[in-house]
């Protein structure tokens, strides 16, 4: 077979020699990555058991994969639902639990998975009117909240609010009709996300809000971890003087060759008065603003005061531990946060909306996201909107 006769393998002889970040520039990292181009192809070719085959392959090792968790879930995605093998898609997935390298919204993914496989195993059993032994070696659980439960990952429900929009029935996507009240007659169109955020101004009172998702996270752990993430004396991270971060940035090595760095700075961050945090946002703004660096996006808030006030707003102890996250692993952590930031500089509240049209369902990495917040202290929710059609 074509999958039997490619010349690629994987030797890792180099791997144990260099550090993590470097293996991108090694031979076997480009034959790893061409391999998962090869089971791109076979997918979008139907050729499933070709690239279920590949998955393996590249899975066997651990050296040259940083992503393994999507490969995870790609193979159990296609014995289950393209190939119909459920006991191989549950075998799978249970290796795919035991591999230390897996995130947590993959983990959940999976565990939604052999949930949802194990209940369809079972149904068919019973309308077989025959055992499922074998097949269901997990026990059901039960269903309740925003995600199904799992025994072994709890995580916290965000509350949810649900409001009424009127959808735009001119237009095949999920528009919606914002009226203004301050022109009588007039209104705009807008996607579920700036709906929401009309209703949380003027039904609210919120008076700063942001539809930023992850670049309000990542703007605000560039500014504060700004030393930090262009710190001297850090051999090889920066081979060229247009990087806008260390090649490290994406591994776990970033927080391991920066550990005192890293903890002194959030220890400040967790003490630091409203004030403190607002003059260190002013000082890395004005001494770096414009300058490229991964994840801050310069014109995201309308002036400089917006970015300190929402800092204040968040808070140093809850700084301290996005900020711990991103640098223990920015690579996995910058997707799935929530739509919308508000905050009000009266009070010092700051609240975090992941935003959810008609349909809509979260994903792992936003469950997963929203549990860490509340878990943190943070004011969460998520707002579900309705639709009628007008």
């Known amino acids: 077979s074509l999958t039997s006769s490619l010349p690629f393998t994987i030797a890792a002889q180099d791997g ?3 550090p993590r970040f470097l293996l991108p520039f090694t031979a076997g990292y480009v034959n790893a990555h061409t391999l998962g181009l090869c089971v791109d192809h076979f997918e979008k070719s139907g050729r499933y058991q070709e690239a279920c085959s590949l998955l393996k392959h590249i899975l066997s090792q651990d050296v040259f994969t940083s992503h393994r968790g999507k490969l995870w879930e790609r193979l159990a995605l296609n014995l289950d639902q393209h190939l119909d093998r459920k006991e191989e898609c549950l075998d799978a997935v249970t290796k795919a639990l035991q591999d230390p390298h897996l995130r947590p919204h993959t983990r959940l993914t999976l565990l939604q998975r052999r949930q949802r496989v194990t209940r369809m195993a079972a149904v068919v059993g019973k309308r077989k009117r025959g055992s499922t032994t074998g097949v269901c070696p997990y026990e059901e659980e039960e269903e309740g909240g925003n995600t199904l439960v799992i025994s072994e990952m709890p995580l916290h429900n965000a509350p949810e609010v649900f ?20 022109m009588s007659g007039s209104h705009t169109i807008t996607r579920v996300e700036g709906y929401a955020s009309h209703h949380y101004a003027t039904q609210d009172g919120w008076p700063c809000i942001v539809h930023g998702e992850g670049s309000v996270f990542t703007t605000l752990f560039g500014l504060l971890m700004w030393d930090i993430i ?20 994406f591994t776990s090595e970033f927080s391991m060759r920066r550990k005192e760095l890293i903890e002194a700075r959030l220890d400040w961050m967790r003490g630091a008065k409203v004030e403190e945090l607002q003059s260190e946002v002013e000082r890395i703004w004005n001494a770096h603003c414009g300058k490229a660096c991964v994840g801050v996006n310069w014109e995201l808030f309308a002036t400089q005061d ?4 929402l800092a ?6 809850l700084l301290s531990c996005i900020c711990r ?9 910058a997707g799935g946060l929530p739509d919308l930031t508000l905050w009000n500089p009266k009070t010092l ?31 969460v929710e998520v707002c579900r909107v309705k639709a009628n059609v007008t």
């Open 312 to 317: 204040a707003c968040v808070g140093g102890v």
């Open 230 to 249: 262009f710190a001297p004396g850090i051999d090889d991270v920066f081979r060229s003087p247009f990087q806008g971060a260390p090649l490290d940035l």
């Open 349 to 379: 509240e700051c609240k975090f909306v992941e935003v959810k049209g008609p349909r809509d369902r979260l994903s792992s990495k936003q469950v997963v996201w929203l549990s860490r917040l509340i878990e943190w202290g943070a004011n």
């Open 163 to 182: 409001i009424q929009g009127k959808l735009c029935s001119s237009s095949s996507a999920a528009l919606f009709v914002v009226s203004n009240q301050a």
């Open 325 to 333: 996250q991103f640098a223990l692993d920015y690579a996995h952590s």
């Open 16 to 18: 144990p020699l260099l």
């Open 306 to 309: 917006d970015t300190k006030m």
